[in-house]
């Protein structure tokens, strides 16, 4: 009887110790500066990063493109979006709509997507089976992908091209599941307009259209696809997928007897050597087979302004756009994570990256080549390069060293 009594009690003091109110401690001056750091750099990489506005089923953006400058199309305004699993697992569609204040020109673009898939988890979930329509009538810019992101507006435009292109076609995907994907497509297109601006003069380069028809295949291995790498040494990196694919185009023109074909690819990966040290590699290039006029050729990438694009030419003269039947361009980069910053207490906490690479462009020019080093990550978004370059027949810039942001 009182070894009952005695485990009634217990098991009373228990409970009540159990439901009693949890005692919490103030924060730390420390703790609430970690804090206000964590919502600085989250606010400021959520401004500057590939971002969309969530609305139910459709997502508004990204929100880097809303709004930007060049010399040729003025301010362009643009409002853009897609629909997301919320809308449909099985159907995807997305649209762009965009007006420049100088060219006084309304673009636009859309295309719709769907799954083949019994019982898709998204249109493009692993494995795809999709297939998609498009059409679209926009600016390019060849050699700089994503030229109307508010940050590429920001830099002096001496010399600027863009292209004015009417394209409609299909596209098919179809992934195995040991991430090989197999992507055959068609397309009509029209070239219709190519704008240079140099020094206050516009003019338009082409005397008539080029209207042509492709057809081709794109054949890829995205082992990341299957599945992601994990390494916490990623968050600290700008982002590299690891890739290797093939692409092969030919084309026939129209209004004219030509045609030609196109060969491509491109190789990236990245190594991580213990807990603090990646290295990136990046090889792509291309041959193309045939006659065609020179619109048409290769365009290696390039970058314009204050802001770098990491594997894209950084101090590489804007005018010139070194149009090419066949190039090989390179990257290599040694990331050290951090290894001399976090041994400073004051750069510990901001998690940084330091870098050093090396970019060498080879083809119908003379050889060209940047190397750079500098700091990433720096509040989660930004990072800052010094380059040097090297070659090119005196196509780079006259003083032949830069400085550059990077945006992750």
């Not at 494995?127 to 050699?143: G, K, R, V």
């Not at 802001?307 to 090419?324: C, G, H, T, V, W």
Request: aromatic share 14%.
């Amino acid at each position: 009887m009182r070894t009952f009594i005695l485990t009634i009690v217990f098991a009373v003091l228990l409970c009540s110790k159990a439901f009693s109110q949890v005692s919490y401690e103030p924060l730390s001056q420390r703790d609430v500066e970690r804090i206000g750091r964590l919502l600085i750099q989250n606010k400021v990489s959520g401004l500057l990063t590939d971002n969309y506005i969530s609305l139910s089923g459709v997502d508004l953006g990204p929100i880097e493109h809303f709004l930007s400058y060049n010399p040729l199309e003025g301010a362009r305004i643009r409002l853009s979006g897609k629909t997301n699993t919320s809308f449909s697992k099985r159907l995807a569609l997305s649209g762009l709509l965009a007006y420049g204040t100088n060219d006084k020109k309304l673009k636009y673009e859309v295309s719709l997507a769907l799954s083949l898939k019994q019982k898709p988890k998204g249109v493009y979930s692993f494995p795809a089976n999709a297939i998609s329509l498009f059409y679209s009538d926009n600016s390019h810019m060849p050699n700089l992908a994503n030229y109307d992101a508010l940050y590429y507006s920001i830099g002096k435009n001496t010399n600027y091209s863009l292209e004015y292109r009417r394209s409609g076609g299909v596209k098919y995907l179809y992934e195995f599941p040991n991430a090989i994907g197999i992507s055959p497509f068609a397309n009509i297109s029209e070239l219709y307009s190519k704008k240079h601006y140099s020094y206050g003069e516009v003019s338009e380069l082409l005397s008539s259209p080029y209207r042509y028809a492709s057809a081709g295949m794109e054949l890829y291995f995205k082992p990341e696809r299957k599945k992601a790498k994990k390494n916490s040494l990623n968050a600290r990196l700008q982002p590299l997928t690891s890739e290797l694919s093939l692409n092969f185009t030919h084309n026939i023109f129209l209004n004219s007897s030509e045609e030609y074909s196109k060969l491509s690819f491109l190789a990236s990966e990245r190594l991580f050597v213990g807990k603090k040290i990646a290295i990136d590699m990046r090889l792509n290039g291309g041959k193309i087979f045939g006659n065609t006029p020179h619109y048409f050729y290769f365009t290696p990438s390039q970058s314009l302004g204050l802001f770098s694009s990491q594997y894209a030419l950084n101090l590489l003269s804007e005018q010139a756009y070194f149009y090419q039947k066949e190039y090989l361009q390179g990257f290599l980069q040694l990331n050290l994570g951090g290894t001399i910053c976090d041994m400073l207490p004051l750069f510990k906490k901001w998690r940084m990256n330091e870098f050093v690479y090396a970019k060498a462009l080879f083809g119908e020019y003379a050889p060209y080549y940047e190397v750079g080093f500098g700091l990433d990550n720096i509040f989660s978004c930004f990072g800052l390069e010094i380059i040097r370059s090297f070659g090119g027949n005196g196509l780079t810039e006259e003083n032949m060293w830069g400085v550059r942001i990077r945006v992750k």
